[in-house]
Nanobody, 121 residues
Framework: QVRLVESGGGKVQAGGSLTLSCAAS????????VAWYRQAPGKQRELVAT???????MYADSVKGRFTISRDNAKNTAYLQMGSLKPEDTAVYYC???????????????WGQGTQVTVSS
């Protein structure tokens, strides 16, 4: 069974940095596009950044220049480096992939359990 597990969340002061990790466990042949989403209390989940298997990236305007998404395909792990953090970045951050291929099945729209990021002013 494939699982996505986020880690690296925590509490930080405004202006600080955090790096989130999203590790896929299980027998994996390939992971397609990976995305980071976030959901603040009382708000809808929003897309933060995406990275294709080939390394092409996309960012929400609100995080451009502050966040960097990356991945290590050999480790089946994706990262979100967050800098110049603001209180409005406070949210639960979720990792998602649109397609994971294993030796037996292809799984679609896979989500992690989320990791809390809290930025204090």
């Amino acid at each position: 069974q494939v699982r996505l597990v986020e880690s690296g969340g925590g509490k930080v002061q405004a202006g600080g940095s955090l790096t989130l990790s999203c590790a896929a466990s299980g027998s994996i042949r390939s992971i397609n596009t990976v995305a980071w989403y976030r959901q603040a209390p009382g708000k809808q989940r929003e897309l933060v950044a995406t990275i294709t298997r080939g390394g092409n990236t996309m960012y929400a305007d609100s995080v451009k220049g502050r966040f960097t998404i990356s991945r290590d395909n050999a480790k089946n792990t994706a990262y979100l480096q967050m800098g110049s953090l603001k209180p409005e970045d406070t949210a639960v951050y979720y990792c998602n992939t649109d397609r994971i291929t294993t030796p037996w099945v292809t799984e679609y729209d896979h989500w992690g359990q989320g990791t809390q990021v809290t930025v204090s002013s």
